[in-house]
Nanobody
Framework: QVQLVESGGGLVQAGGSLRLSCAAS????????MGWFRQAPGKEREFVAS????????YYGDSVKGRFTVSRDNAKNTVYLQMNSVKPEDTAVYYC???WGVGIKVTGSHEYNYWGQGTQVTVSS
């Protein structure tokens, strides 16, 4: 089992920045690729970003490419999502997820084994 807890969400103005954190506990964090997803009201869960177990490879959804950066610190069992130049359409609940397996271009939520409870991000215009 891997337990995931997100933090760092909140209210931010359009054009601003926010950094989300996801702290992991349980099984060896560095064995898992990690992903970030988001879900806005009335919409399906959307892939945001993923990062390999080592942190050496990353992959982004088209809607956030060039604005968001995913990183991880395996010594701290934590993965981060740096959100820059945020837009009102970035408003959603953000979830981190862990996946056992190789490859990072994995965008389907069903491919991930463990999930956090989510943190709300609201971008005001």
């Amino acid at each position: 089992q891997v337990q995931l807890v997100e933090s760092g969400g909140g209210l931010v103005q359009a054009g601003g920045s926010l950094r989300l954190s996801c702290a992991a506990s349980g099984r060896t964090f560095s064995n898992y690729a990690m992903g970030w997803f988001r879900q806005a009201p009335g919409k399906e869960r959307e892939f945001v970003a993923s990062i390999s177990w080592s942190g050496g490879s990353t992959y982004y959804g088209d809607s956030v490419k060039g604005r968001f950066t995913v990183s991880r610190d395996n010594a701290k069992n934590t993965v981060y999502l740096q959100m820059n130049s945020v837009k009102p359409e970035d408003t959603a609940v953000y979830y981190c997820a862990a996946r056992w397996g190789v490859g990072i271009k994995v965008t389907g939520s069903h491919e991930y084994n463990y999930w956090g409870q989510g943190t709300q991000v609201t971008v005001s215009s």
